[in-house]
Nanobody
Framework: QVQLVESGGGLVQAGGSLRLSCAVS????????MGWFRQAPGKEREFVAR????????YYADSVKGRFTISRDAAKNTVYLQMNSLKPEDTAVYYC???????????????WGQGTQVAVSS
């Protein structure tokens, strides 16, 4: 079993920055892939970024490429999402998740956190 706890969400003005954290506990993560997803009101959950636990296979959605950075600190068992140049359309609940495969498909992620709200005002 894997447990995930997100933090770091909040309200920020357009152009601002936030850093989300996802604390991970449970099984050995060395072969797992960590993903960030988001879900805006009335919309489906969508992929944002992923990283394999050893630091490779980084991939971003086109909508956040160049603005968001995913990273992980293995010593702290934590994955981060640094979000810069935020836009109102980035407003959503952000979730971290774990998959045993290198994927961006929501249904292929097995474990999920409870989510953290990000709101970007114009």
């Amino acid at each position: 079993q894997v447990q995930l706890v997100e933090s770091g969400g909040g309200l920020v003005q357009a152009g601002g920055s936030l850093r989300l954290s996802c604390a991970v506990s449970g099984r050995t993560l060395s072969m797992y892939v960590m993903g960030w997803f988001r879900q805006a009101p009335g919309k489906e959950r969508e992929f944002v970024a992923r990283i394999r636990w050893n630091g490779d296979y980084i991939y971003y959605a086109d909508s956040v490429k160049g603005r968001f950075t995913i990273s992980r600190d293995a010593a702290k068992n934590t994955v981060y999402l640094q979000m810069n140049s935020l836009k109102p359309e980035d407003t959503a609940v952000y979730y971290c998740a774990v998959s045993r495969g290198i994927t961006i498909v929501t249904s292929q992620y097995d474990y999920w956190g409870q989510g953290t709200q990000v709101a970007v005002s114009s």
